[in-house]
């Protein structure tokens, strides 16, 4: 279906907006670098303080960007920026598809394609890190999409950082492919489940981008 979304040609926050969710850890982090370098002209320990409180702020604005895509045209598109970790036929048929997120990576997540959201569930677990085996007991939030290719599901699996994801839409709302769903604060993971007969078109250390990389091939 057709997308009207603002192209940006690369990735920075002066070419999109910040990630909804990101307040309780940019405005802390901003406000003491703004006050640390107001004083630091009359102050030397503030001028001390400046330094790697500014660094701090300038790292976090650029990790919460959310820059604005084109939507590429596709059956199964990526969810998150980041790296193929892993392909993996599942017992019934489908095949897992993970891709590990690192903290240079963009956060925000989309949907893979077009449909109605039918679940968004919160999974309490761990936090270890995203990369590792053990990371499927983390804390998690499990996505259903009711979708042309039937049900889709797609995991947000917190990392041994990223202790908080924020999905932006609820059970029942309709969602345009490559639309903003949710947020996952710091390195971690995304999993997407392709049904049974869809050939997967990436390969286990490509590099993806989230609204972009198409996942299936025809």
């Known amino acids: 279906m057709p ?8 990735d920075g926050f002066l070419k999109g907006r910040l990630a909804r969710g ?3 850890w940019l405005l802390p982090t901003v406000a003491t670098a703004a006050l640390s370098l107001a004083r630091s002209r009359r102050s030397k320990g503030a001028a001390i303080v400046a330094v790697p409180t500014t660094a701090l702020a300038a790292g976090m604005l650029w990790f919460f960007r959310d820059p604005e895509r084109e939507i590429t045209q596709g059956r199964v598109i990526s969810p998150a920026d980041g790296v193929v970790q892993s392909i993996m036929p599942w017992k019934d048929g489908r095949t897992r ?5 690192s903290p240079l990576n963009v956060h925000v997540n989309r949907a ?20 590792n085996k053990e990371s499927e007991n983390n804390e998690r939030v499990v996505w259903h999409f009711d979708t042309e290719l039937g ?5 947000q699996i917190a990392g041994a950082v990223a202790r908080r994801i924020v999905p932006y839409v609820p059970q029942g709302t309709k969602v345009e492919q490559g639309e903003r769903i949710g947020l996952i604060r710091f ?8 049904p049974e007969g869809v050939e997967v ?3 286990v250390g490509q590099a993806t981008t989230a609204g972009v990389t198409r996942i299936d091939r025809d």
């Open 187 to 194: 390195g971690s993971r995304v999993d997407i489940y392709l």
């Open 201 to 203: 078109a990436v390969e």
């Open 151 to 155: 049900d889709i599901e797609m995991v």
């Open 3 to 10: 997308h009207s979304q603002t192209s940006a040609p690369r």
């Open 97 to 101: 598809v993970a891709i590990f997120m």
């Open 22 to 24: 990101a307040s309780p």
């Open 112 to 131: 893979p394609l077009a449909g109605t959201v039918t679940s968004v569930e919160h999974i309490p677990g761990g936090f270890v890190p995203a990369f």
